[in-house]
């Protein structure tokens, strides 16, 4: 069945460096969603692609969606400890309504 | 504030139980969607309902139930309970059908079974 794979799995980064996460679909998609999770909370929802090299920014924060529809990266630029938390992908095909999660990036951040 | 509610937040029950989580979708979303978050496994989707019909199933249990009601409201009944089971889980809802929809998700409910 359908897979969306996500690494890493962990991620420990200095207060200020770069933290990039990667999801990758065994199926091509139709979008991709990211959500964040704090510690204790519920995923939140951050943003979604529809189009095949389409990228998006929010802030600190880059979406890129892959030419083949099949991966997806985020990327924050100088992390902040507010960024603390896990960081999901999800993606949908046009086969049916699901959307598979990815089993997310818990991001951590050293002061 | 997602606007969905989950209740009860926690539970503690022990194995061999049934328990029923609910959840009230945001005011006009059609779509309940129930997952389950255990530490190693990440978000599981469960099941998904669009106005009070089953729409997709994902890896949910045989001892799992899920209904939606006429007032949209959803549960999620787990029986037989095993100490696997104990996990969060969250319940999320979207405008409509799903595909390719914003899903706002609840609090959830923390079940711990012993």
């Known amino acids: 069945g359908q897979q969306v794979m996500q690494i890493p799995q962990y991620q420990h980064v200095q207060e200020g460096e770069d933290f990039t996460t990667y999801c990758n679909s065994s199926?091509?998609?139709?979008?991709i969603q990211w959500y964040k999770q704090r510690p204790g909370g519920h995923p939140v929802f951050l943003i979604q692609?529809?189009?095949?090299?389409e990228v998006k920014k929010q802030k600190r924060l880059t979406f890129q969606f892959g030419e083949a529809k099949k991966n997806s990266s985020l990327h924050i630029t100088a992390t902040q400890t507010t960024d603390v938390g896990t960081y999901f992908c999800?993606?949908?095909?046009?086969?049916?309504?699901?959307?598979?999660f990815g089993k997310g990036t818990r991001l951590h951040i050293l002061p | 504030d997602s606007g969905v509610t989950q209740t009860p937040k926690h539970l503690i029950t022990a194995t061999g139980q049934r328990v029923t989580l609910r959840c009230s979708p945001r005011?006009?979303?059609?779509?309940v969607y129930w997952y389950q978050q255990s530490l190693d496994q990440g978000l599981q989707f469960l099941i998904q309902?669009?106005?009070?019909?089953?729409?997709a199933k994902g890896n949910i249990l045989e001892r799992f139930s899920a209904q939606q009601f006429p007032d949209l409201h959803s549960e999620l009944n787990l029986s037989s309970l095993e100490l696997g089971d104990s996990a969060l889980y969250f319940c999320?809802?979207?405008?409509?059908?799903?595909?390719?929809?914003?899903?706002?998700f609840g609090p959830g409910t923390r079940l711990l079974v012993l």
């Open positions: 999320a809802s979207s405008v409509g059908r799903g595909r390719g929809e914003t899903q706002y």
């Open positions: 199926t091509t998609l139709s979008n």
């Open positions: 692609l529809v189009k095949s090299g």
């Open positions: 999800a993606g949908g095909t046009n086969r049916d309504d699901k959307i598979i």
């Open positions: 005011s006009g979303d059609l779509s």
């Open positions: 309902y669009y106005n009070g019909e089953e729409r």
